[in-house]
């Protein structure tokens, strides 16, 4: 069964920086882009970043564009996003997704992936 598993989530302080990591296992993921989605409390799951295969070539959401750094490691299947000059507003539920399927039509949609992890926790405090 394909699983992904979250980790590096936590407290820190406003202007801080912190490190997700996203292990995948029960296939090869290096075929896949790979996500990072984002649901802070009480509100709906948004898109932080994705990365590709051809290129490892990265996206961003306008929130966080210049402050967070999404990578890969292909032959470990790991995701990680580098989080810095973190905000009170960056405080949710991260999680990482990836796609069954080698298309993908819009890639700052949930339904578009159909493996997620079970999320961490990153709290910013002021």
């Known amino acids: 069964q394909v699983q992904l598993v979250e980790s590096g989530g936590g407290l820190v302080q406003a202007g801080g920086s912190l490190r997700l990591s996203c292990a995948g296992s029960g296939r090869s993921f290096s075929f896949y882009p790979m996500a990072w989605f984002r649901q802070p409390p009480g509100k709906e799951r948004e898109f932080v970043a994705l990365i590709t295969r051809s290129g490892s070539i990265p996206y961003y959401s306008d929130s966080v564009k210049g402050r967070f750094t999404i990578s890969r490691d292909n032959a470990g299947n790991t995701v990680y996003l580098e989080m810095g000059s973190l905000k009170p507003e960056d405080t949710a539920v991260y999680y990482c997704?990836?796609?069954?399927?080698?298309?993908?039509?819009?890639?700052?949609?949930?339904?578009?992936?159909?493996?997620w992890g079970q999320g961490t926790q990153v709290t910013v405090s002021s």
């Open positions: 997704a990836t796609t069954s399927t080698l298309a993908i039509r819009d890639y700052a949609r949930p339904t578009e992936y159909a493996y």
